[in-house]
Nanobody, 124 residues
Framework: QVQLVESGGGSVQAGGSLRLSCAAS????????MAWFRQAPGKEREGVAA???????SYADSVKGRFTIAQGNAKNTLYLQMDNLKPEDTAMYYC??????????????????WGQGTQVTVSS
C-alpha cells in the first residue's frame, strides 16, 4: 500500500507561482511513474504532468513551458512547480502513483494510488 499526501495549494493572482508537493509513504517499487492530475468544477479530471523512473516527463499542452514536474532526492517526494498561473489553472490537484512501468504516462486509468488533493485557486 502507498499513501500520498499533497500540500502547497492556495490562492494566487494570475501570473503568480505555487509549488505543490506530494509525499509518498509505504511500499515503493523501483519501477514507477508519478503524476499530477487536476479537476475543475464541472469538468473531468485531466492529466497535468507525469514523471517516470526512467527519467522521462510528460506534460499537458496547456501547461507546457509553465509547469515543471520533479522528484526529490529520495524519489518518494513529488513536486509541481507552477509558474505564470492562469485563472483556468484553478482546480483541485491530485498526486497519483503507479508501479510496474517506468515511463511518464498521463492516462489516469494507469494509476492505482491517489492522494486526497490540494486546491489551487488563481484569480484574475
Amino acid at each position: 500500500q502507498v499513501q500520498l499526501v499533497e500540500s502547497g495549494g492556495g490562492s494566487v493572482q494570475a501570473g503568480g507561482s505555487l509549488r505543490l508537493s506530494c509525499a509518498a509513504s509505504g511500499y515503493f517499487s523501483s519501477s514507477y511513474s508519478m503524476a499530477w492530475f487536476r479537476q475543475a468544477p464541472g469538468k473531468e479530471r485531466e492529466g497535468v504532468a507525469a514523471i517516470g523512473s526512467d527519467g522521462s516527463t510528460s506534460y499537458a499542452d496547456s501547461v507546457k513551458g509553465r509547469f515543471t514536474i520533479a522528484q526529490g532526492n529520495a524519489k518518494n517526494t513529488l513536486y509541481l512547480q507552477m509558474d505564470n498561473l492562469k485563472p483556468e489553472d484553478t482546480a483541485m490537484y491530485y498526486c497519483a502513483c503507479r508501479f510496474g512501468g517506468t515511463s511518464a504516462r498521463l492516462q489516469q486509468s494507469r494509476y492505482n494510488y491517489w492522494g486526497q488533493g490540494t486546491q489551487v485557486t488563481v484569480s484574475s
